[in-house]
């Protein structure tokens, strides 16, 4: 019989642990912020104060519900180094810029989109890229690296003592995967870095196992299994349930868009766009831009349960919030900007939700989207997105998820496949559109204002 298993869900915001049931049912989750300090001028992960919270939670999961395995779902910027059983330098948060001299050297290194449909993109956002500034600083580090892991890889290693590659997350934007040869990618190669990467075992299988203390002071094993990408994890969710050609929103602190019959000579580096690839190798065409940070720096600590009668308000007004209030994304080249005077907390929330949709809508198009759309994660939450998505595409299915942690549940599927069961899938509700007034005409002063804006910040480029 098949037990329980946790599925860690590591976000760059928020960390979350989920027990799930061998039929896909959540019985438990847990939820705590990874913190940060500095080191050596980087702004470092602190593993050990997370490692701590994990294994807790664990304990705690294992007590109560007989938890035996254990999965990790984790995002898609950061790399650890390793060797032997420590690592070999802190693990980078990717929202840190590699100084100019230093930028300007290992950008020029950095293989082209052709091979890697990985775009350029600043910070760590490419993993490759601070790979590459860590080993211009401290080249010692790279040297004395056993093996290079992708983030979730690192909670793998970490937990059974055993250093695996996982396709999902190598392939997701870092410069290191050339997804049409299936291949590490030139940079590998021409840093000698291949002989780092560990074997490759697909996402979800068994790789080894740990020991977990229980609060009544016993000891417990459990099974590891190779963690996923978490948005990769979403697209696996959803795969399983028996969905095929579709458009998949995944939203977190980054809204991801998977469209698998867009031609891969639509992506535009210069728009965010990228190949993702499947846990089975695949390459996923993708655009992406990170709404869910930008959702709460406009909405500035608001609610962010809006009604319709403040989404109408803000439209009626136009006031409007042009892109872009984070890094990355399809309009990069411009500062996000709040037109008109907001007039309450509700208002602010309205218009936060109303960007991320208008920004969804606007990559929906860039990606050629034209089958049903699959709306999964945070965004499902708000009680509106979807809605106001399927009045502004009215030829599309809009599907919200019933459970909007798809890369958990993927996460949770994958795991439990490996073990011989099969959860039940997901389910999802089929969206009636809103039927807000003007916002069809809304959307198309917001594009107006946008593409003049994108226009003007590359003529001065």
């Known amino acids: ?16 642990m989920f027990v799930f049931s061998p039929e896909g049912e959540i019985l438990d989750e847990q939820r705590e912020a990874p913190a940060w300090r500095n080191h050596e001028g980087f702004r470092v992960l602190d593993d050990a104060r997370l490692e701590s ?21 984790g995002h898609g910027c950061t790399f650890a180094l390793v060797s032997g059983d420590r690592l070999t330098y802190p693990i980078l948060d990717y929202e840190q810029e590699p ?34 500034w860590l080993e211009n600083v401290r080249p010692d580090v790279l040297e ?28 997701c934007h870092s410069h290191l995967w050339a997804p049409l ?26 790789v080894g196992d740990t020991r977990i203390a229980l609060p009544a002071g016993e000891a417990r094993t459990l ?12 697209l696996y969710c959803y795969r399983a349930a028996g969905h095929d050609s579709f458009t998949l929103i995944s939203s977190g602190t980054w809204v991801v868009i998977f ?24 390459p996923v065409p993708t655009i992406r831009f990170m709404g869910g940070r930008e959702f709460d720096t406009i909405r500035e600590g608001a609610s962010p349960r809006v009604s319709r009668e403040s989404l109408q308000a803000v439209i009626d007004r136009r006031l409007f919030a042009l892109p872009s209030f984070a890094p990355g994304g399809p309009s990069q080249e411009t500062r996000g900007e709040i037109t008109g005077a907001i007039g309450s907390d509700v208002e602010r929330a309205a218009l936060a939700l109303l960007y991320v949709t208008l920004m969804s809508d606007y990559c929906l198009d860039l990606i050629g989207s034209r089958n049903t759309i699959i709306v999964d994660g945070g965004l499902v939450k708000t009680g509106a997105y979807a809605e106001v998505l399927a009045q502004l595409r009215p030829e599309q299915k809009v599907l919200s998820s019933d459970n909007p942690e ?31 007034r003007g916002l069809v005409e809304y959307r198309a002063e917001w594009r107006d204002k946008v593409e003049e804006r994108r226009q003007k910040a590359r003529s001065r480029s």
């Open 144 to 171: 004395a690296s056993q093996y290079i892991l992708g983030y979730p890889q690192f909670w793998t290693w970490r937990f059974s003592g055993t250093a695996v590659s996982e396709r999902s997350y190598l392939g």
């Open 1 to 16: 019989m098949i037990a329980p298993v946790a599925v860690f869900d590591l976000g760059k915001t928020n960390s979350k």
């Open 53 to 73: 919270w994990m294994r807790a939670a664990l304990g705690k999961a294992v007590t109560e519900y007989g938890v035996e395995g254990v999965m990790v779902s």
């Open 259 to 282: 469209n698998s019959e867009c031609p891969f000579s639509l992506l535009d580096e210069e728009r965010d766009m990228l190949a993702n690839v499947s846990v089975d190798g695949a």
């Open 223 to 234: 099974a590891v299994h190779n963690a996923v990408h978490d948005s990769n994890s979403s």
């Open 406 to 436: 798809g890369s958990a549940v993927g996460a949770a599927a994958l795991a439990f496949e490996a073990l011989g069961g099969k959860p039940r899938p997901v389910e999802c509700s089929v969206t009636v559109p809103s039927e807000l």
């Open 181 to 206: 040869r299936n291949d590490f990618s030139s940079l590998v190669d021409q840093r000698g870095w291949r002989e780092k990467m560990p074997p490759f075992v697909r996402a979800g299988e068994v």
């Open 99 to 132: 100084p100019e001299d230093i930028a300007a050297k290992i950008d020029a290194l950095i293989p082209s989109f052709s091979e890697t449909y990985s775009p350029r993109l600043p910070m760590g956002f490419n993993f490759g890229r601070h790979i590459l």
